[in-house]
Each structure stands twice: as structure tokens, then as C-alpha cells.
């Protein structure tokens, strides 16, 4: 198993450029989310999904949007970037009422 | 909202000394607290999880305490070495499996 994957692994944009950060699993598990990490900071949520077709927004969803059509994929969409969302960008993904999350090893992004 | 207290200084041990890092919380109690690691440029890695009718709870040289008194939970690495030098990140129950985590706190344990 791969386990969570993310793509890119570094990415710089500038301001008002758009952009995917993808995320998949293959662990099929029915719960993923999206977090940032700042510097000091604990990860904050951005949006998560309880399963294909459902999602729901997080602690920090604006400037976000994802979709989940799979059970596998949960892309996270950027979709006017702004130099606030430079950061560290997470995925995790989890069975329900799992004992643990599995994150991936992280998108770092830099917006100019 | 629900606020997690980590120690933000790092903290510095010898090697073979227990490792004590504190997780305090304001408002509800979770129905349970999970403990990672997250070592730098990679993602955090699950230790432990405590459920909030449980006091202790041990895995090999971890061990996690959780007083929803005191609203703390407490992680301990005995014997500890170079290798468990980290950021150790507390993370809290937030309902539909989400997390709500604090800072983390930077654990050096040298030679």
C-alpha cells in the first residue's frame, strides 16, 4: 500500500493564480481532510469528507474548495491564491471512528 | 472554541531520562486525545490515542495519561533516546473523526 499520497511536494504560485493540490488513498477509507500547518501554529482544518459525495467545511475553509467523486481522491483547489495561503498543506485520511489518522507527507506552498 | 496548551519552548533531555510533555484543553472533554509525531519536512505519524473513561494507556516505552479533571493529558517516553528527538503534536476530538491539534512541542533528547 502507498498509503496517502500527495502531489506536488513544492509549489510556488503567485498572487490570484489558481491551483490543485491532490491527495489519494488506497486504504479505502471513507473519512479524508485537508490541513494547513503554520509556523507556531497546530494544524488547522481547511474542509473534510465523511465520504464520496460529502464534504463539509473546516476551522479555515475560505479561499478552499474540494469535491470528493471517489473514495480515493480529495483534491483541494486554490482558487485565487493569495500570499496568507503560503504554507504547509496536509492530507489525512481515516476509517470511522478510527483510532488513527494517516497523513501524507505534505504539499509546501509558497505564494508570491 | 475548544483551545489545546502545548509547551511552545522545546524541550531538552539526556539520553535515558523520561521525556514528560504536558497537553492542557479549556472547554469540553473529548471523547478521546491522540498523540503524534511529526519529524521535519514530513507528515505527523499516530502514537497513541487515550479515550476520556480511560486513565493510562501504554505502548512499549510510551505511556499517556488523561485527567479530564485537570483537563490535561500528560506523555511520557522512558528510556528515551536520539532517535525519539521530534515534535510531538497533542490532538483532540472534534466529532466526524476531525482533530483539533495544538502547536506541538519540540523534544531533543541528546547523547
Known amino acids: 500500500n502507498a498509503g496517502v499520497t500527495q502531489t506536488p511536494k513544492f509549489q510556488v504560485l503567485k498572487t490570484g493564480q489558481s491551483m490543485t493540490l491532490q491527495c489519494a488513498q488506497d486504504?479505502?477509507?471513507?473519512?479524508m481532510s485537508w490541513y494547513r500547518q503554520d509556523p507556531g501554529m497546530g494544524l488547522r482544518l481547511i474542509h473534510y469528507s465523511v465520504g464520496a459525495g460529502i464534504t463539509d467545511q473546516g476551522e479555515v475553509p475560505n479561499g478552499y474548495n474540494v469535491s470528493r467523486s471517489t473514495t480515493e481522491d480529495f483534491p483541494l483547489r486554490l482558487l485565487s491564491a493569495a500570499p496568507s495561503q503560503t504554507s504547509v498543506y496536509f492530507c489525512?485520511?481515516?476509517?470511522?471512528?478510527?483510532?488513527?489518522?494517516?497523513f501524507g507527507p505534505g504539499t509546501r506552498l509558497t505564494v508570491l | 472554541s475548544q483551545k489545546i496548551e502545548q509547551n511552545s519552548e522545546a524541550l531538552n533531555i539526556q539520553e535515558g531520562k523520561t521525556a514528560t510533555l504536558t497537553c492542557n484543553y479549556t472547554?469540553?472533554?473529548?471523547?478521546?486525545l491522540q498523540w503524534y509525531r511529526q519529524d521535519p519536512g514530513r507528515g505527523p505519524v499516530f502514537l497513541l490515542l487515550i479515550r476520556e473513561n480511560e486513565k493510562e494507556k501504554r505502548k512499549e516505552r510510551l505511556k499517556v495519561t488523561f485527567d479530564t479533571t485537570l483537563k490535561q493529558s500528560l506523555f511520557h517516553i522512558t528510556a528515551s533516546q536520539p532517535a525519539d528527538s521530534a515534535t510531538y503534536l497533542c490532538?483532540?476530538?472534534?466529532?466526524?473523526?476531525?482533530?483539533?491539534f495544538g502547536a506541538g512541542t519540540r523534544l531533543a533528547v541528546h547523547p
Open positions: 486504504m479505502n477509507h471513507e473519512y
Open positions: 489525512a485520511s481515516s476509517y470511522p471512528e478510527a483510532d488513527e489518522q494517516f
Open positions: 490532538a483532540l476530538e472534534g466529532g466526524y473523526n476531525k482533530l483539533i
Open positions: 472547554n469540553y472533554s473529548p471523547a478521546y
